[in-house]
DNA sequence: TCCTAAGCGAGACGGTACGTCTTGTCTTCCA
DNA sequence: TGGAAGACAAGACGTACCGTCTCGCTTAGGA
């Protein structure tokens, strides 16, 4: 393909992120993205559907990351009240060093669509955990489904919380709350209700 | 006030809801709105500032409600493990008798506004539990703001996959799942992270 | 009909104009009109198709004022050597009167679509002038219709030299020549081909 | 000359009168033409300005071959009002053997770019053939020029009116009603204006 | 009971963004 | 290494909403 390609999908990324940290994702407009990236309008509609192409677009890469470092950690066995999860240090570490952009993208100010984004990459993950340790293997009172949900939410609402709190937290303590309230949870001790 | 007042703004509320049953929050405009209402571009400006102001003003009647059940709640002293989130059964209840609306306001078609508005009705009545059974004071290793998140996107991502499933669980059966879920893991049991 | 729209479809008609006069009429945008007339887009858009259906909308104003002008003329009745075709007098009077608005709907820069509303103009003066004289009465060895489209033909070359030419010839003269060219093709004198 | 140039150049031409023909000029943009042709953007522009240019270098040959065959018919004298325009008539019989394509030339949905060239080409002959007969040699009271444009419309809406028509007309008919509308009146019989 | 202010519907208006289309230039790649 | 292929910036198109506004009609509620 021609490097010029390339080039052009890389300044519209880049446009995007920087105008999601001044302005948040709902607020942009595909005019401000081609302004910022330099680029003509019809160059923009050749490469992405629209903004919210763009911004998936750019969620794939987080993805693979997260994926794979997954699939390593899983292949070195271990109880899931140890290893379990461990893929959310890695978002925890990798949110910190770009607070800005996660704090577009899962702040007060980002928008639905990148919200779904985030959630449905979340919740890829956390069923990948709960197959790879036979959680939730039928017999539950709790379905599958509900529980990847409720991890889900969880990891996001911590997330969402020290990224906006400006916490001084490091990432292995808030990933430590995230595994306080939710690896007890899913293991169902105390059982009671 | 002119009893006309009243009247306009009831039939615009009606409109907003069927209209966010039938295609869901953001595909809404203004037109769509005052169109069903049978009612005057202006008129609809004159009482709300567009349709976000619209959809907030309609949350404040759940949100009277709830917090009403919740002072009645707390009153009748019980332990947190028995009685805590005793509202959350009330919201899957109302939730099921208008599967509809709740589809709208928290499925997959909702938009951003819909959902943080909810979150922010959610998070004053667990932040009102919290503090009626004095958890999360200070001496934790969890600050209560990130409890006080954790347990506001249990409830949402509970509600949310029940609704969406169409599950034909009782409302008494998903509040179960949300307590069994979440109370251990408010009550700190298993520490072991 | 709401004032305002009589003052808007001004605006809009005096912008075309001043703009074809600068520019030629295939140069121009609806951006550039709309610009001039400082008026919105979607405003122009609620009155007018486009910019061919408002040059078209100004036309009907000449059309009017010369079909008044040829039933007055042809009410007097006189011989068509005499009479005939008196509204081409009125016609290059007026031309005369808005030399730079001519030169741009007749000139070199006008448009196709510019030539085809004032060519549709002028057959119909010239038809209903054949019929009140009972010229070209199905006997004739020329159609009818040939001999309008003839007329005009010659009528749009003679106004077109002397509007680009910018003959100092009065508006007299230059109905003159149309006359002396025109009348006897028609009269059939010298009939040798 | 490389003849990949000749060829790259014909099915450019082709490309054109075809869709010509098909949409009118207009309505062509120059992607349609390197579509039609199988053909690079950029090839079409190291090749012509544009579909304009394109259009004009087409009329050339059109050109070549009138001027060629009027040069021979003045060379063989006779008088003007049995020889004049006696081009006229191999234009009849070429629009006759080329309908379609005379009909995008010359009929409603041409452009002004077309009509202009085809004018412009009519208009030398024209010139050239009131010259060679020593007509309105400035005595006149009808500048040559005006006689010029007045011929040249005459022709054209003749031409116009016999393609759109679908005339069972003969060429050779055709002919004699531009002659018997136009001779006349340029020698100037009948003055009585 | 009148009459006057307000509420109201209707919708014109200036703006802004959309996604599409076309233009003429400029870069890349291949034969 | 010269020319075909096509990526690109620019900007107009016609559509859809927005929030403001002006206009008369209707109607409630105080005089």
Redesign the pocket.
Known sequence: M????Q??REVLHRALISLMIERGYDAI???HIIDRA??????F???YD??EDLLRSGMKNLNKQLLGYQRAALALKGSFRERGFAFALVLFEHANGHRDTYHAIVGKHSGAVVMDAMRALLADLVRNELKAYSLYEGSSDVPRSAAVQFVVGALMSILTWWIEEKSKLSPAEANAIFRRLTIPAILGEGKSS
Not at 38 to 43: E, I, L
């Open positions: 021609d490097r010029r390609v080039r052009t407009t595909v005019q330099n680029v003509g309008r019809s160059t509609y050749a490469h629209g903004k």
